[in-house]
């Protein structure tokens, strides 16, 4: 926040716009979270980039 005060005005709307793809990027993030949180404890993930694969033991 101290920075923001040191930022020239005609600076604004760039920071805004990093701001925003910022936390659009982190809403990504916190939606994967939720989906493991309520997942089993032996979940395992495999994250290649693009897509993601959960995983679970099956009880025979």
Known sequence: ???INL???SLYNGILLVLALNI???IG???IS???LT???DILIR???ESMHFYTK???
């Open 1 to 3: 926040m101290i920075l």
């Open 7 to 9: 930022t020239p005005s």
């Open 24 to 26: 659009s990027g982190a």
């Open 29 to 31: 993030d916190f939606y």
């Open 34 to 36: 939720a989906i493991v």
């Open 39 to 41: 997942q089993d404890n």
């Open 47 to 49: 994250d290649n980039g």
């Open 58 to 60: 099956t009880t025979q």
